[in-house]
């Protein structure tokens, strides 16, 4: 195996013995696969690097001392060195097998590709992963990882994700621990098949994974109304999401007693179907799972209520729209009661949108888009600007699931549109027209 070099940086020692099209092969004798091996291997001070040349017809040997971490101005077709992994599963909740026909290809992609998880946090199955990347990833300590468990019975595992491997491979669990590598876990319920006795089986399990498991994430499935030829699935009711809360709060106190940590947290959405208070963000300790949606309104909550207890009371005038999902939209119009008390001439109006986009099954603000919000909005008074939150949007570009842009929906809006970050204080600044 060997990657290729598409460029030299001008800093770099390699600069003239490297040139690009040549591809390296290994590092101080390892072979070199994927960006996980050549950050490794090149963190030495002594270094011996093999190229072949772009004919591969003859091998390049180049000796470097550097200081041990220094890059060595190497760069490559892409941050990966590989192509991404596609899931091998069909899991009976998948998202995107329920995603409507004619958005964007990219979307469609299933990938459950480890190395996206130490990258950016992904969630992967251990389905799509060897023995040899395992004992690759104890090697170079590379901790913590995020596994898609779903339920500790191997049966009703391969039955969720169909397929074969899904329960042999949780035995690299017991591989991770044993190696030292901290483990973030995820259960995504699905009403009558995982959750009930089945949710409580996969608890008493895991809790054999403690200190090395550092948190378990309980979600709700998610279900958009494409479901045309896939497993039949119900969305939660109050009434089930109420009973997940008491087992997963039996737990959390048999944990906290027992660990001295919760362990185990309930995502938001539970909370907010059950038509229970959410904790306070203490609650939720050092918040290990916040990217899936677990204590984010307990932080934005507090987080709010902190910057505004800063702010004077104030006389000044305006007038603005908050876009949210169903779900959230009744948390925001509590935080902006509060700020009203103190900023009475500034007028928000809390607008719950409807997922027209993915079905009215689909409550969050996050899989909100483009053409929702103009639907919603289109033809109304919206004042000075119409706030979002920034989830709607891609990672790492301003656009909508569906393609559209914030500058396209303004346009059509006629109405400035800001996205906010998922942040007390950003909010806070959105709402005072303070934000730089």
Known sequence: MSVKVIGVEKHSPLKRKVKAGM??????????????????YIAEENLELVFETENKRKRKTVRLRKNQYDDIGLTFENYMMDKERSCANRCIFCFIDQLPEGMRKSLYFKDDDARLSFLFGNYMTLTNISEREIERIIKMHISPVNVSVHTMNPELRVKMMGNARAGKVLAYLDKLKEGGIQINAQLVLCPGINDGEELAFSLERLQAYYPQLQ????????????????????????????????????????????????????????????????????????????????????????????????VEPRETAGSLTLAAGVAAAPLFDYLIDLFHKKCYNIFVNVVAVENRFFGSKITVSGLLTGSDLLAEFEGRELGEKLLIPKAMLKNDEAVFLDDMTPAQLSERLQVEVVPVECSGEALLKELLGESE
């Open 23 to 40: 591809q390296l092969v290994s590092v101080n004798g390892n072979e070199i696969h994927d960006f996980l091996d050549y950050n490794f």
């Open 215 to 310: 948190s378990v994430a309980v979600v709700p499935v998610g279900l958009t109304d494409y479901r045309e030829g896939l497993y039949e699935l119900e969305p939660y009711t109050p009434e089930s999401a109420a009973a997940v809360l008491d087992m997963v709060e039996r737990y959390e106190q048999h944990f906290l007693e027992q660990f001295g940590t919760r362990l185990v947290f309930a995502a938001d959405e539970f909370y907010l179907k059950a038509g229970r208070e959410i904790p306070p963000s203490d609650f939720y300790e050092d918040f290990p799972q916040l990217e899936n949606g677990v204590g984010m309104w307990a932080l934005l909550r507090e987080e709010f209520i902190e910057a505004l207890a800063a």
